[in-house]
């Protein structure tokens, strides 16, 4: 046998022996066909108690109006700056719209550090920092002494009842700054601006990342109506019918819905199906208890997920010569894109063996096979699970429309979306066999939210100034 032929026996023969130790192990982890569906209705049951005003203020998934009743037209324009704070990255961008001939936006992007420090310490030193990074942006492109307007990306729940205010209800993710959590975000900035005394911004809009996303997909595809983040985070929002929220006076037309998706579980309805590992992932974190199905589906915590399966597996002697590594007691040591490649179908087992030494970890061949296959079925249940909650959203709206067949589209953004090399296919299979009437487009966003917050502040500005005449 040539060794290519020898390295493939090797590992089918081990791959059987190993999976099958291990399978039952990570029964737990896999999802039935009834379970998916079954979850999908839990799903559209939340999100009918979140639009019920008398369930609201004890809903999990909170479902909040946006204020944001249209997608773009094509008519908005201007100069503008876009703030995007909570994702992956904290950007500062300048966005022109233009209406020369056609419609054409332009970029200027300028990626800031957020030390930890800044997310953990006071909220005032964080929007001093975020202040600080803007005069910065400005100096350099020389636009100090113009007031131009602002589109802030704040990708946290915030409760709105205008464009141009959020109260952060609960910090999620990576950030907990103090004496943030109850306030108005755009008033905090508000008072960190003043206090520089170096230049003056219009803040129109606070727009989470998920109606940001569904703007820019919109301004390319008048048919997307849902907008979906699976990166740090995960979230969804789309376009609901107002008689539908009830939270919200009026009865005609739509809005954008922030539905903040990640809570989804935290009353308990997904106990069943969770895990000693999810569970451990969750009391480890900054918000023990919440976001309990963003911590089964978004890329901060998937790899914790694994880490944990990993500790759990040496302890019963799978693996790693069952000795527990300091690396394997680091946590977040598995980025999603540590995931990402050690999935990717192209590559061998001895460069997943190589990705594993590179982390610290000293694996023998037996163990790269264990370790890729924790992998994917934790990304597998990922994908399921976004997909069952993709398809309550793209079959409420079927039937709000009063349809017995929707095509729409979804506007994603997110590294893990982006980067896993079997996420999508997963996620989106999901979506078609839960909802079958409805045919879904997925739409990658090319320039994050930044775009989509320009066209909301052009649509605020707009408005205020018909408020105005
Ligand atoms: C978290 C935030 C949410 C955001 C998502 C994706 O779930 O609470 O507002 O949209 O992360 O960034």
Redesign the pocket.
Known sequence: MIAAQLLAYYFTELKDDQVKKIDKYLYSMRLSDETLLDIMTRFRQEMQNGLSRDFNPTATVKMLPTFVRSIPDGSEKGDFIALDL??SYFRILRVKVSHEKRQTVQMETEIYDTPEDYMHGSGTRLFDHVAECLGDFMEKREIKDKKLPVGFTF???CRQSKLDEGYLITW??RFKASGVEGADVVQLLNKAIRKRGEFDLDIVAVV???VGTMMTCAYEDPNCEIGL?V?????ACYMEEMRNIEMVEGDQGRMCV?M?W?AFGDNGCLDDIRTIYDKAVDDFSLNSGK?RY?KMI?GMYLGEIVRNILIDFTKRGFLFRGQISEALKTRSIFETKFLSQIESDRLALLQVRTILQQLGLDSTCDDSIIVKTVCGAVSRRAAQLCGAGMAAVVDKIRENRGLEHLDITVGVD?TLYKLHPHFSKVMHQTVKDLAPKCDVTFLLSEDGSGKGAALITAVGCRLRDAEHN
Request: no cysteine; hydrophobic share 10%; glycine share 26%.
């Open positions: 909570g994702g990708s946290f729940p999620t993710k989470n990342d998920t983040i990166g740090t985070g995960s979230n922030n903040e990640g976001q963003e978004s997110g």
